[in-house]
């Protein structure tokens, strides 16, 4: 299908439009009714035989629009033209195996898929190479047979040179923004889009050096663009379009690569800021090797990122994401470290922020502060020092003397971030002037084992610091060989009692103890001991023996004679186990020989008490 107008085609401008010079297509309504009524006839014969038919529709279709492109024509009618057949496109999805669909016509949330049309070239050797279903087999297998036999191929690369188009010589701004905002969901349908080929890399490029232009004045470029459209707004279209090519990693080359970073990174002081730094998340773990040489300038750049709510939750996953890719930090300096440590330490306000990104801010920091080097630390713990008086404990004197004043703010300190962000909002008193301010959080205020929480976050960031700043000494306390002994192979579990971890350990032996009520591991240890003890008893008592019988044959010279060693060694019996009644028995001769020995003593002392007295009546009786 050819377009006749008696107008002469207008070669397209790349920089402005010239509105005097639009033709006049108004004899194009006919061919307006063809197109529309061939994008229904598409949408038809997708799902009937033969399947040729909507092949032929998709590719005479793609050619109209190339030819739209080349003459450039800007009138309404062919805008319409262009918008119907691109909205067909961009509509167009495919399964796992490859088959092409619509959504449904009576429900647009569910794709339909055609049985007989499919977007990869590769199923058409597998067509002809099927074979044929004998009548004799089921109907099913017949019908799939039937299916494989009529298929046809939808080469969506033309589709992607469509686009391609539309991006460099569009001018219409409508056309352009519907192709941009449905570009993406269809860049999410990775099966249709890996069938387009090397087409992928050429829409990166393209949408690169869109983003990089900066001498674009999209008002002045485009047609019908919205009153006061900036360059910031037309890059909000572009941004999710390169979150979206970013997943397509291992198609792109280097050079492709490290232009989508810094694309990105130029995204970061636009309206698109927070998909930019989830982007880059996704980027620092598939192109990790793109992303080395840029990362420390792009710490700097989030660095000046002023602490939203909004970027809070992507800021501090990608800080805690690249924790876990040692290739990306191994060279940082201690520059790089304050740049993380900036970016995280504004989210530790309570008072701000929620209970997650306060946890997470604070989790960012103790890993953070673990992983540099150690002659790096020793100067971030006063940096973390002065982020967390400014940020948590300012706060918390602040909120302790409203507490105690009744709600009025009596301090006049200024916090850290901007006057009008830092500034709280002051309670308003009746028949008084009450100066406005961010109101507080009411979970924090309010709950008082939250605000508790939330200092015993702080505390343990002091606590590791303290910790860990000249050294990296284990929390685990070392055992002693006996106690690994004991302990090896036993249960253990831990507790958290107050402010401290209790862990108790069971020995490794057994559940059955003996007599003794000693485990296995105990008893055969005393065991061990026992027998030490006794042969170095045995070997002592055994020498002294042959020394005393040496010097009493030595030094023997009559019966009379009396060795100057008097000592009664007993032979040593072996140690045998006592059961409970020789214990009683034992113990009763003990309680018999100490009653002697009391009535022995009290008699001993009856005598001598006595001969003092017969003494004394002596003395008396003799002068």
Same mark, same amino acid.
């Given at each position: 299908?050819?377009?006749? @107008?008696?107008? *002469?085609? %207008?070669? $397209?401008?790349?920089? #402005?439009?010239?509105?005097?010079?639009?033709?006049? !297509?108004?004899?194009?309504?006919?061919?307006?009714?063809?197109?529309?009524?061939?994008?229904?006839?598409?949408?038809?014969?997708?799902?009937?035989?033969?399947?040729?038919?909507?092949?032929?529709?998709?590719?005479?279709?793609?050619?109209?629009?190339?030819?739209?492109?080349?003459?450039?024509?800007?009138?309404?009618?062919?805008?319409?033209?262009?918008?119907?057949?691109?909205?067909?496109?961009?509509?167009?999805?495919?399964?796992?195996?490859?088959?092409?669909?619509?959504?449904?016509?009576?429900?647009?949330?569910?794709?339909?898929?055609?049985?007989?049309?499919?977007?990869?070239?590769?199923?058409?050797?597998?067509?002809?190479?099927?074979?044929?279903?004998?009548?004799?087999?089921?109907?099913?297998?017949?019908?799939?047979?039937?299916? @494989?036999?009529? *298929?046809? %191929?939808? $080469?969506?690369?033309? #589709?992607?040179?469509?686009?391609?188009?539309?991006? !460099?010589?569009?001018?219409?701004?409508?056309?352009?923004?519907?192709?941009?905002?449905?570009?993406?969901?269809?860049?999410?349908?990775?099966?249709?889009?890996?069938?387009?080929?090397?087409?992928?890399?050429?829409?990166?490029?393209?949408?690169?050096?869109?983003?990089?232009?900066?001498?674009?004045?999209?008002?002045?470029?485009?047609?019908?663009?919205?009153?006061?459209?900036?360059?910031?707004?037309?890059?909000?279209?572009?941004?999710?379009?390169?979150?979206?090519?970013?997943?397509?990693?291992?198609?792109?080359?280097?050079?492709?690569?490290?232009?989508?970073?810094?694309?990105?990174?130029?995204?970061?002081?636009?309206?698109?800021?927070?998909?930019?730094?989830?982007?880059?998340?996704?980027?620092?773990?598939?192109?990790?090797?793109?992303?080395?040489?840029?990362?420390?300038?792009?710490?700097?750049?989030?660095?000046?990122?002023?602490?939203?709510?909004?970027?809070?939750?992507?800021?501090?996953?990608?800080?805690?994401?690249?924790?876990?890719?040692?290739?990306?930090?191994?060279?940082?300096?201690?520059?790089?470290?304050?740049?993380?440590?900036?970016?995280?330490?504004?989210?530790?306000?309570?008072?701000?922020?929620?209970?997650?990104?306060?946890?997470?801010?604070?989790?960012?920091?103790?890993?953070?502060?673990?992983?540099?080097?150690?002659?790096?630390?020793?100067?971030?713990?006063?940096?973390?020092?002065?982020?967390?008086?400014?940020?948590?404990?300012?706060?918390?004197?602040?909120?302790?003397?409203?507490?105690?004043?009744?709600?009025?703010?009596?301090?006049?300190?200024?916090?850290?971030?901007?006057?009008?962000?830092?500034?709280?909002?002051?309670?308003?008193?009746?028949?008084?002037?009450?100066?406005?301010?961010?109101?507080?959080?009411?979970?924090?205020?309010?709950?008082?084992?939250?605000?508790?929480?939330?200092?015993?976050?702080?505390?343990?960031?002091?606590?590791?610091?303290?910790?860990?700043?000249?050294?990296?000494?284990?929390?685990?306390?070392?055992?002693?060989?006996?106690?690994?002994?004991?302990?090896?192979?036993?249960?253990?579990?831990?507790?958290?009692?107050?402010?401290?971890?209790?862990?108790?350990?069971?020995?490794?032996?057994?559940?059955?103890?003996?007599?003794?009520?000693?485990?296995?591991?105990?008893?055969?240890?005393?065991?061990?001991?026992?027998?030490?003890?006794?042969?170095?008893?045995?070997?002592?008592?055994?020498?002294?023996?042959?020394?005393?019988?040496?010097?009493?044959?030595?030094?023997?010279?009559?019966?009379?004679?009396?060795?100057?060693?008097?000592?009664?060694?007993?032979?040593?019996?072996?140690?045998?186990?006592?059961?409970?009644?020789?214990?009683?028995?034992?113990?009763?001769?003990?309680?018999?020989?100490?009653?002697?020995?009391?009535?022995?003593?009290?008699?001993?002392?009856?005598?001598?008490?006595?001969?003092?007295?017969?003494?004394?009546?002596?003395?008396?009786?003799?002068?």
């Amino acid at each position: 299908m050819v377009l006749s @107008t008696s107008s *002469a085609p %207008v070669a $397209p401008n790349k920089d #402005t439009v010239d509105l005097t010079h639009v033709q006049d !297509e108004s004899n194009l309504r006919d061919i307006h009714t063809a197109v529309t009524g061939l994008v229904a006839v598409f949408r038809v014969q997708l799902y009937k035989l033969p399947s040729i038919h909507a092949c032929k529709v998709y590719e005479l279709l793609c050619s109209h629009i190339k030819t739209h492109y080349t003459h450039g024509y800007l009138s309404r009618i062919s805008v319409d033209i262009r918008l119907a057949v691109i909205r067909c496109f961009l509509e167009l999805r495919a399964d796992s195996s490859e088959r092409v669909g619509l959504p449904d016509l009576h429900n647009n949330s569910k794709i339909r898929y055609s049985p007989y049309v499919y977007c990869a070239h590769r199923h058409s050797d597998d067509f002809s190479r099927s074979p044929r279903p004998s009548p004799r087999e089921s109907p099913n297998i017949m019908t799939e047979g039937f299916m @494989t036999l009529h *298929a046809s %191929v939808v $080469p969506f690369s033309e #589709t992607f040179s469509i686009y391609l188009n539309c991006l !460099e010589n569009e001018k219409d701004w409508d056309v352009l923004e519907i192709l941009l905002e449905q570009l993406t969901h269809q860049l999410q349908n990775k099966t249709l889009i890996l069938s387009a080929g090397s087409e992928i890399e050429a829409l990166c490029s393209k949408i690169c050096s869109m983003v990089s232009d900066r001498s674009l004045d999209p008002s002045k470029a485009y047609l019908d663009t919205p009153a006061k459209f900036t360059r910031s707004d037309y890059h909000g279209y572009l941004f999710p379009v390169l979150t979206a090519l970013a997943t397509y990693s291992n198609i792109l080359t280097k050079n492709q690569q490290r232009e989508l970073i810094r694309c990105l990174e130029f995204g970061l002081v636009s309206k698109c800021a927070k998909s930019c730094v989830t982007t880059l998340t996704v980027c620092m773990l598939e192109m990790t090797d793109s992303m080395m040489r840029q990362m420390p300038p792009l710490l700097g750049r989030l660095a000046q990122i002023t602490a939203t709510i909004a970027m809070a939750t992507p800021m501090l996953e990608f800080l805690s994401n690249l924790i876990h890719v040692p290739k990306l930090y191994t060279n940082f300096v201690e520059d790089q470290y304050k740049s993380i440590l900036a970016i995280a330490l504004p989210y530790t306000n309570p008072f701000k922020y929620n209970h997650y990104t306060v946890s997470l801010a604070h989790h960012v920091i103790a890993m953070w502060f673990l992983k540099c080097r150690l002659p790096f630390r020793k100067d971030l713990v006063k940096f973390i020092n002065k982020g967390l008086q400014n940020n948590v404990l300012r706060q918390f004197q602040e909120s302790k003397s409203k507490s105690m004043t009744g709600g009025e703010d009596t301090t006049e300190l200024h916090r850290s971030g901007s006057h009008s962000e830092s500034m709280m909002k002051r309670p308003s008193r009746p028949h008084s002037l009450s100066v406005e301010k961010i109101p507080e959080d009411p979970t924090i205020t309010d709950n008082e084992p939250t605000l508790q929480f939330h200092k015993e976050l702080t505390e343990t960031c002091i606590d590791t610091m303290a910790r860990y700043t000249f050294s990296n000494c284990s929390a685990n306390p070392s055992r002693s060989p006996l106690t690994e002994f004991l302990l090896s192979g036993g249960q253990s579990q831990m507790w958290l009692v107050g402010n401290k971890l209790v862990t108790i350990t069971t020995s490794g032996s057994g559940n059955q103890s003996g007599k003794s009520s000693l485990c296995e591991k105990c008893l055969a240890l005393c065991r061990h001991d026992n027998d030490s003890n006794n042969d170095e008893v045995f070997g002592n008592n055994g020498a002294t023996l042959q020394n005393e019988s040496f010097k009493s044959k030595k030094r023997h010279k009559s019966a009379a004679v009396v060795s100057k060693s008097s000592v009664n060694v007993e032979p040593l019996r072996p140690r045998s186990s006592i059961d409970d009644i020789e214990l009683h028995r034992q113990a009763s001769v003990e309680e018999t020989r100490c009653d002697l020995d009391h009535d022995t003593d009290h008699t001993d002392n009856i005598l001598q008490l006595g001969l003092k007295k017969q003494d004394s009546s002596s003395a008396h009786i003799c002068p």
